[in-house]
């Protein structure tokens, strides 16, 4: 008894074509999981895939036998992975991989949620402009060294 998804099986269906919408960081535990999931069903076909409120939202499609019946191990075994994946990208920062947890930033330019260790969180949220330099004497670089007027 064979089984088969649902719809269309194109490589475009599958999570390495869908990295380009998240953080490099979420990077290694998707492949892992498209490996996973590979292992499982060649043919596998991700129905959605979504970031969305600092955590992934991936739904693959249904598999059903040659006489039309629904593989419930199929959906059993890919939702668990599923299910796994999703639990580790609220705790993986998005942008470097490190441990994360989700982040609240909000500005004129829209509110987002995403999951960012301190360190990358910092760097998305530090203002736009030149930066200041402090030197050892908490005086901004260049201060001293100014001619006067």
């Not at 199929?74 to 580790?88: F, K, P, Q, R, T």
């Not at 500005?107 to 330099?133: E, F, K, N």
Request: aromatic share 6%; charged share 25%.
């Amino acid at each position: 008894m064979s089984t088969h998804a649902t719809g269309g099986t194109g490589r475009g269906d599958q999570i390495p074509a869908r990295l380009t919408q998240v953080g490099p960081g979420w990077h290694p535990l998707l492949r892992r999981l498209h490996e996973q999931l590979l292992a499982l069903a060649a043919d596998y076909r991700l129905e959605e895939f979504t970031p969305k409120l600092g955590g992934l939202r991936i739904y693959v499609a249904d598999r059903f036998d040659d006489d039309g019946e629904f593989d419930g191990a199929w959906a059993d075994m890919a939702g668990a992975l599923v299910e796994a994946a999703e639990a580790e990208a609220e705790r993986t920062c998005e942008g470097c991989a490190g441990a994360g947890r989700p982040r609240f930033h909000g500005d004129q330019h829209g509110t987002w949620i995403r999951t960012l260790c301190d360190s990358c969180h910092m760097i998305r949220t530090m203002p736009a402009g030149p930066a200041v330099v402090a030197t050892p004497t908490n005086e901004p670089a260049g201060a001293s060294d100014r001619s006067g007027p």
